[in-house]
């Protein structure tokens, strides 16, 4: 990724059918494998936090989706923009409360089970 970058790639640029962005398939592969360094790298080129696929969803809902609640906490730390996806459509919006309720039910599951 390194190599591609300091060649010029964009790193917002959408390649594929399904509109995904690196960052997409970063977190997609934090989901598989555990390791942030792909997505650490996205965000430390000011990559597009907020950038949706063809769907309507950003990389936010994927990593919800997924139960990925440190990248959760990395792409807000990191200035995603919730405001940004209400453009989108109503199920954004919907992902978007569903999301608050996941990071709601952890923290009290923190509170009383740590």
Do not use: Q
């Not at 592969?29 to 430390?44: A, M, T, V």
């Not at 969803?57 to 807000?76: F, M």
């Not at 209400?86 to 999301?99: E, G």
């Amino acid at each position: 990724m390194n190599l591609l970058v300091n060649c010029g790639h964009d790193i917002n640029e959408k390649k594929t059918i399904f509109g995904v962005s690196p960052l997409h398939t970063a977190i997609e592969f934090y989901h598989k494998n555990k390791d942030s360094r792909p997505l650490d790298y996205i965000i430390e080129c000011n990559a597009n936090i907020n950038a949706y696929d063809s769907n309507g969803w950003t990389g936010l809902h994927h990593a919800s989706k997924n139960g990925d609640l440190e990248v959760c906490k990395l792409l807000i730390e990191n200035n995603y923009n919730r405001a940004d996806t209400n453009l989108v459509s109503n199920k954004v919006n919907l992902i978007n409360f569903s999301i608050i309720l996941i990071f709601i039910f952890v923290e009290i599951n923190n509170l009383f089970f740590i």
